[in-house]
């Protein structure tokens, strides 16, 4: 039998072996794969903002409030890389 690859994960040609939760679960493993990109990146770049308008406007290093901002920007920045390179090899 013929085997065709799909994400490097080989389907079967014959529709005995194809069911539809084998179907639904390739479908599954793929959005978990390429959702988690999409909130990342927007959560990085959110961050990235954050910390630019903390760091480069005047006065606004000095406040607690600001402070504790950019340190909980930074967190989720790091955090945010980290889930953006979690589904890749």
């Given at each position: 039998s013929e085997?065709?690859?799909c994400c490097l994960l080989p389907i079967p040609?014959?529709?005995s072996m194809v069911t539809p939760t084998t179907a639904t679960?390739?479908?599954r493993q793929k959005a978990l794969a390429?959702?988690?990109k999409f909130t990342a990146a927007t959560s990085a770049i959110s961050s990235i903002i954050v910390i630019f308008?903390?760091?480069y406007c005047r006065g606004k290093k000095k406040t607690t409030y600001?402070?504790?901002i950019l340190g909980m920007s930074?967190?989720?920045l790091t955090s945010s890389v980290?889930?953006?390179f979690t589904t890749w090899p």
């Open positions: 085997l065709r690859y040609q014959s529709s679960a390739l479908a390429i959702v988690p308008l903390i760091v600001h402070r504790l930074l967190c989720d980290a889930w953006f």
